[in-house]
């Protein structure tokens, strides 16, 4: 199969294809996709030629609080020192003239730093997102997928799990 991306990708991508893959089931969740490919490991089939695709993806975003000035300042400062001292502690493990007290004002130096970044960019925003969340993707359905030429065997296998062929079209 040709593609358009670059190495790595392409190489990374050709692992993650199987030819001809036909939908053996389809799951409301990973757990349940997984207990099925393990089940077909557990009978010795070659699992190398399953497939377990999250698709119909959403993005879910929590709301862990509101932001001040204050708040920003403080995390700004703190991300800060921890830059400022990373990059200290760099500096006195790899050079003979360097001691604490250059290692304690990288870190005032870059709590600094931190402060005016963090409350840069939160005056940037002018208040069109004042609170802070966590993300992610996930998906909605698991499909799991097999090699052509191994799918009657993995149907055969699977008729004794229970519950383990959901109508692949629900």
């Not at 077909?40 to 699992?47: H, N, R």
């Given at each position: 199969?040709?593609?358009?991306?670059?190495?790595?990708?392409?190489?990374?991508?050709?692992?993650?294809?199987?030819?001809?893959p036909q939908s053996l089931a389809v799951y409301p969740t990973y757990p349940e996709a997984q207990?099925?490919?393990?089940?077909?490991?557990?009978?010795?089939?070659?699992?190398?030629?399953?497939?377990?695709?999250?698709?119909?993806?959403?993005?879910?975003?929590?709301?862990?609080?509101?932001?001040?000035?204050?708040?920003?300042?403080?995390?700004?400062?703190?991300?800060?020192?921890?830059?400022?001292?990373?990059?200290?502690?760099?500096?006195?493990?790899?050079?003979?003239?360097?001691?604490?007290?250059?290692?304690?004002?990288?870190?005032?130096?870059g709590a600094v730093f931190g402060l005016i970044w963090a409350l840069a960019g939160y005056a940037?925003?002018?208040?069109?997102?004042?609170?802070?969340?966590?993300?992610?993707?996930?998906?909605?359905?698991?499909?799991?997928?097999?090699?052509?030429?191994?799918?009657?065997?993995?149907?055969?296998?699977?008729?004794?799990?229970?519950?383990?062929?959901?109508?692949?079209?629900?």
């Amino acid at each position: 199969m040709a593609t358009s991306q670059p190495g790595p990708l392409r190489s990374a991508m050709q692992h993650l294809q199987l030819e001809f893959p036909q939908s053996l089931a389809v799951y409301p969740t990973y757990p349940e996709a997984q207990r099925t490919v393990d089940f077909l490991s557990d009978k010795e089939f070659p699992v190398q030629n399953c497939m377990i695709v999250g698709t119909e993806l959403k993005q879910i975003e929590r709301i862990t609080g509101r932001l001040t000035w204050g708040k920003i300042a403080a995390g700004g400062i703190l991300s800060g020192v921890w830059l400022g001292l990373f990059i200290g502690v760099i500096f006195l493990l790899f050079s003979k003239s360097w001691g604490v007290g250059e290692v304690i004002g990288t870190a005032a130096f870059g709590a600094v730093f931190g402060l005016i970044w963090a409350l840069a960019g939160y005056a940037a925003t002018r208040g069109q997102r004042d609170f802070s969340s966590i993300s992610t993707v996930v998906a909605t359905k698991y499909e799991v997928l097999v090699e052509h030429k191994h799918a009657a065997q993995a149907r055969e296998l699977l008729a004794g799990l229970p519950g383990a062929l959901p109508d692949p079209f629900a």
